[in-house]
């Protein structure tokens, strides 16, 4: 039991590596993001923060409304669950402002494929996370706690954050006159993003 714990705690850092890559891909290729990293840019823009940083923040206050949903006493997990979003954030800004710093992609089909190649290992790798269950994500965990309750499918309650965060970012966009970070890649991301993200954790769930 312990080799097998052991064993999915390296599946779970490793997919945690493979996140922070595939997001700080998506935000390299420029042709826009998913609806919640375009949010989250939105903002780190508007206050002048690291876009890791200000995953962080939106992540801690995603916690903080699954934690009062769910009604149920603080633990071990909580803990683990709080830093390893916070370290997710720190391995954003690693690869964002610092591997791949000064790194141009010119081409828009290298574009488009660094965006692809960014999104599949983002997606593939939060649908492993929540499978797995040892790490979790302050949003999917909502997501999760809130299909229990709304007796929903995870896609479903998903695409519904991804529609409240393009929106949000569209009126903040409007109203400041910082960058629009929704382009085509958010279309393609909300196209597949969920699906992909539930599909692999459906896959996953029932072979763990």
């Known amino acids: 039991m312990k080799t097998k ?11 945690f590596l493979l996140l922070g890559l595939g997001i700080s891909l998506q935000i390299k290729a420029g042709i826009g993001q998913s609806m919640l990293n375009a949010f989250a840019l939105t903002m780190a823009e508007l206050f002048h923060l690291e876009v890791g940083t200000m995953l962080n923040i939106l992540n801690i206050l995603f916690f903080v409304t699954y934690f009062l949903i769910r009604k149920t006493s603080f633990d071990s997990r909580d803990v683990i669950q709080i830093l390893a979003t916070m370290a997710n954030g720190y391995i954003i800004n690693f690869f964002v402002y610092y591997v791949f710093h000064g790194f141009v992609i010119e081409s828009y089909l290298l574009k488009a494929l660094a965006f692809l190649l960014g ?29 229990k309750r709304l007796k929903k499918n995870l896609m479903s309650v998903r695409m519904g954050f991804d529609i409240l965060f393009l929106f949000s970012t569209l009126i903040i966009t409007f109203m400041s006159g910082n960058t629009l970070f929704i382009r085509e890649g958010t279309v393609i991301s909300f196209l597949l993003l969920s699906r992909l993200m539930g599909l692999t954790y459906d896959f996953l769930k029932n072979r763990l």
């Open 5 to 15: 714990y052991m064993k999915y705690t390296v599946y779970s850092i490793l997919a």
């Open 119 to 147: 999104l599949c290992l983002a997606s593939v790798s939060l649908g492993a996370i929540m499978a797995i269950e040892i790490i979790k994500f302050p949003l999917e965990s909502l997501c999760v706690v809130l299909c």
